[in-house]
């Protein structure tokens, strides 16, 4: 916790750098000049802190990806920090840096009381299933040794998205609860993609879509816009999956300490390469043929998961993520206990 509070403490500080910075110095290159030394700590900041997976990977993903591809935009001009009519006051430019957050604008009414996190529309019923799948998928973990590896690899999956949906959810409700911001939507039912392009680019980590789409994938295809509006995207898009792949080795090299082998890389080269493949043959059909729903998501679905099991998910045991998630959880569950204990002492 020192460390955690200690690297949330310069990204604070940073944040403020950066905000009076901008006060004083118009956008483009001079303000991108004065904001690169907060890039560089954002990239350094996850390594001043000790391997826990949950506050370890949440603030790397946080900062150490999405708040810096924010500052870096904003430098520019650019971005969710740059797209107010008016400039954000400091708390509100603290948080939409540090979170995926959507600014809520005045035109646009409130949320509903009932309506949920970052634009899901699942309800409590669903994310106390999951709450119970993951307690439950935590003491399968028990008879992991007999598990098969490509079984295990499963739950990890199953394990990331879960823990993924409740993380944001809980976020969600409490940002809404102290303002008028609101987390940026997560998922979009990924098991339900009817293609790569549906996968990735509506429905799975859409806050990485967000952020790479205007760091990455705009630039791109004006970069080769010689090609033509249509062939300029097949660069663009494969450059957008070869950053996202470097960014997730960067995000494991944080979490491992370990030196990548590559194998997260070739997932995303592999799904960037087919996903571009893909989107030339939909262009060159034109809608005159289509596969069933059925059999598209059974397709869709498939590819991610013998890929994710061939390449992505191994990365999970080679750090021993699981096993170490596994100790944070019985952690907080003594440290619980010892907490109601000292407590019925005293009442």
């Known amino acids: 916790m020192v460390s ?3 690297a949330w403490g310069i990204v604070i500080i940073s944040l403020c750098y950066t905000f009076f910075i901008a006060r004083l110095v118009p956008k483009g290159i001079q303000r991108l000049i004065l904001i690169i030394p907060v890039l560089l700590i954002f990239f350094i900041v996850p390594l001043l802190m000790k391997p826990s997976i949950h506050l ?6 946080l900062i150490g990806w999405l708040a810096n591809f924010k500052i870096f935009l904003f430098a520019l001009g650019l971005g969710p920090l740059s797209s107010n009519p008016k ?3 400091l708390p509100i430019f603290l948080a939409v840096s540090c979170l995926p957050i959507k ?6 009414p409130p949320p509903k009381s009932g309506s949920h996190g970052g634009g899901s529309r699942e309800g409590p019923l669903s994310y106390t ?3 119970f799948l993951l307690v439950l998928l935590i003491k399968v973990y028990d008879y992991s040794s007999k598990l098969p590896d490509k079984a295990l690899l499963t ?4 394990h990331i998205y879960i823990t993924l949906e409740l993380i944001l959810a809980a976020m969600a409700a409490v940002v809404r609860a102290m303002s008028d911001l ?3 939507p997560q998922f979009n039912e990924p098991y339900l993609a009817t293609s790569l392009q549906d996968f990735w680019g509506r429905r799975w980590n859409l806050m990485v879509t967000g952020i790479l789409r205007p760091t990455v994938y705009e630039p791109m295809v004006q970069l080769f816009s010689v090609l033509g509006r249509n062939w300029s995207r097949v660069p663009a898009i494969f450059g957008t999956f070869v950053v996202s792949g470097i960014m997730h080795e960067l995000i494991f090299f944080y979490m491992g300490r370990l030196r990548p082998d590559w194998k997260v890389m070739w997932f995303f080269l592999i799904h960037g390469f087919c996903t571009t493949v893909e989107i030339i043959i939909k262009k060159a059909i034109n809608g005159r043929w289509k596969l069933q729903t059925a059999i598209s998501q059974l397709l869709t679905l498939g590819f991610v998961i013998v890929t994710a099991l061939w390449l ?3 990365e999970f045991t080679r750090c021993k993520i699981a096993d170490r998630a596994i100790e944070e959880y019985k952690s907080i569950g003594t440290v619980a206990a010892e907490i109601r204990s000292m407590m019925a002492s005293l009442f």
């Open 87 to 89: 400039p954000l006051s």
């Open 182 to 184: 609101e987390l940026e």
């Open 312 to 314: 992505f998910l191994p």
């Open 155 to 158: 739950l990890y999956a199953i």
């Open 129 to 131: 299933i999951k709450a």
């Open 56 to 61: 370890l990977g949440t603030t790397a993903f």
């Open 103 to 108: 600014i809520q604008l005045s035109t646009k």
């Open 4 to 6: 955690f509070i200690t």
